[in-house]
């Protein structure tokens, strides 16, 4: 397999969930980014990993968590979100920081 | 702190129109620049990119952007547009030199009509 991947691709959950996002690259690359997509907004930058140190964290809520555990793995810890957290989530990669950026297909995720 | 604007939020081409969606941003320092697209039910993927150099940036699938320093832009042009070319475009910034974010902008719907 190549590129970028996510799972799961869709997640439904409630409020009072627990859930995680995975993000996988097979591209050795040495940064990964977490991303919102909401309709109609710009995407936004949530978190920022550069061989596994988190580089940014963009004023995210408390009830994101991520987890870098290597270079090629990135998670996204889920826990009592709120409907307006619903959104595409992108995992992307690039070489090293602010090289271009590759994306993975996201997981459109849906709290009720 | 840098920002990208993409005035046509929605383009309608028939095949074999010209298309020239507009990037423009808001920085006063040196500046790394990308277009991004999105095609229906796949993920964003570089169309192009400018880092330095000649200003008119070709990209894939006859793609082409122009950096116009004076005027804070990069439009993405391509002379004759396909029905293949349906999808969302995303232009975006970095500020060159060490770490910096990238900002995207909002995205542009382009729907090409057969």
């Known amino acids: 397999e190549t590129g970028v991947t996510q799972t799961p691709r869709h997640l439904v959950m409630g409020m009072t969930n627990k859930k995680s996002l995975k993000c996988e690259q097979h591209?050795?690359?040495?940064?990964m980014y977490w991303y919102k997509q909401s309709a109609k907004k710009p995407l936004e930058l949530m978190f920022v990993y550069s061989l596994e140190e988190r580089v940014e964290n963009n004023s995210v809520p408390s009830r994101f968590s991520p987890e870098c555990p290597n270079s090629s793995h990135l998670f996204l810890h889920l826990h009592t979100l709120q409907p307006e957290d619903s959104a595409l989530y992108l995992c992307?990669?690039?070489?090293?920081?602010?090289?271009?950026?590759?994306f993975g297909p996201g997981t459109r995720l849906t709290v009720t | 702190a840098q920002s990208v604007s993409q005035h046509n939020h929605h383009v309608i081409l028939s095949e074999a129109a010209s298309l020239e969606l507009g990037c423009n941003y808001s920085y006063g320092g040196t500046v790394n620049l990308f277009w991004y697209v999105q095609y229906p039910g796949q993920h964003l993927q570089l169309l192009l990119k400018?880092?330095?150099?000649?200003?008119l940036v070709k990209g894939i699938k006859g793609f082409e952007a122009e950096f116009i320093k004076s005027k804070f832009s990069f439009n993405l042009r391509k002379p004759s547009v396909q029905w293949s070319d349906t999808a969302e475009y995303f232009c975006a910034l970095r500020p060159s030199g060490g770490y910096q974010k990238v900002t995207f902008g909002t995205g542009t719907k382009l729907q090409v009509i057969p």
């Open positions: 591209l050795g690359h040495n940064a």
């Open positions: 400018y880092f330095s150099g000649d200003p």
């Open positions: 992307a990669s690039s070489q090293e920081l602010g090289r271009e950026q590759y």
